[in-house]
């Protein structure tokens, strides 16, 4: 039925657009991908193909966002970060900053499968120095996983200590091993660990002693392993206060973590700034642009 009324939607006389909002906002990805083929066997096209046709700007970003499973938005997220001229480092350090050794797994699978790429060698190719060393060990998905050993953390956070003091590659690449291969578990400890030892905190250590796309990588890792949901609270506040809405990494942000933890992001984000995440949009974002984004937000009623 939701491929019969899309269809009605997309190839009739003019493009229904509140009805495609309807429809596809209101379904899970596995339903979503589920009326692809329904709509495939029905019409013979391609649903994906129809949105790009009679869609444009960033509603069309959003439509056809939405119709990709999770590891190939990611893969497609990534391809078009790196593609062109220019590489878009904060999009790759939003991803593979907070994805999941599964998350990766799959993710590094679709994009050899849809662009019949490397994930890997791309990364190596389009970034440099100890960011690129970062970003090759994260997206390898190699974290350990539920283990913490106490008396670790305080040998890992004298590392982390000395790596801030010294700086030289070395002691680069031994904080970044740290960041990207312990478990969140022992993470925490360590975290607290290097406050004992410094009296400092973790995140202003690193923005203290490095700069550039490394220092905001790692301020990115250290931010997920505290609070992720929090993390993307702030890529979102930032993305639509400080670049005057970057459209891309707001609609990354709630496509990507719409079936994982957008409640908690739209929570943190209201605890944090005040006002509320929906509030945000409604103010910067307009036409059915804004209609679809609200619609998988899903505002709470005292935020209208």
Sequence with gaps: MDAQMLGGALQGFYCDKDMLINILTQRCNAQRLMIAEAYQSMYGRDLIGDLKEQLSDHFKDV?????YPPPLYDAHELWHAMKGVGTDENCLIEILASRTNGEL??????????????????????????????????VQGT???????????????????EACQQKTGEHKTMLQMILCNKSYQQLWLVFQEFQNISGQDMVDAINECYDGYFQELLVAIVLCVRDKPAYFAYRLYSAIHDFGFHNKTVIRIIIARSEIDLLTIRKRYKERYGKSLFHDIR????????KALLAICAGDAEDY
């Design 283 to 290: 103010n910067f974002a307009s036409g059915h642009y804004e």
């Design 105 to 138: 797994f799959q993710m590094r699978e679709a994009y050899c499968l849809q662009y019949s790429n490397n994930l890997q060698e791309d990364i190596y190719s389009e970034t440099s120095g100890h960011f690129r060393d970062t970003l090759m060990n994260l």
């Design 143 to 161: 974290r350990e996983e539920g283990y913490a050993d106490p008396a670790m953390a305080a040998q890992d956070a004298m590392v982390l200590w």
């Design 63 to 67: 439509m056809v966002g939405l119709m």
